[in-house]
């Protein structure tokens, strides 16, 4: 009986250890950034925490050459949306104008160029856990 209970937790061992969520890593590079001041911000989200909450993976970039890079390691597969913005003074947020436009470049993952906030449906794309590169143009 200890023989087969010792095989059962075995088997049951090797189906958890088997289905280890597979992760990898997301390079996502802008461009076409058109000053050097600030720093691009890049925000990856799921769709429950979409322009809600705290993204689950952000990254802090240097411009380089009218180009921004940021690398998201150890990202588990499933569905994402990339925001990014180009963050001309330093403050860490988007700025708007008086009439309440946008004063700062941003874009998603999706490349959308509608007006108006950032939306899960033009941005969202689905990541298997491989290495994946993309360009977000503002």
Known sequence: MKTIA???????GSLVHGQAEKTGSIS?????????????????????????????????????NGQATAVFENVPEGNYAIVVLHDEN?????DFDAGGMPAENYGTSGNSMIYGPPNWGDSNFDFDGTDKEMEIRF
């Open 90 to 94: 330093g403050n860490g947020k988007m």
């Open 28 to 64: 996502a590079t802008v461009p076409n950034v058109t000053s050097s001041n600030g720093e691009v911000l890049f925000a990856m989200y799921s769709e429950d925490s979409f322009m809600k909450k705290e993204p689950e993976f952000s990254v802090k970039s240097e411009i380089k």
């Open 6 to 12: 010792v095989l059962v937790a075995m088997f049951l």
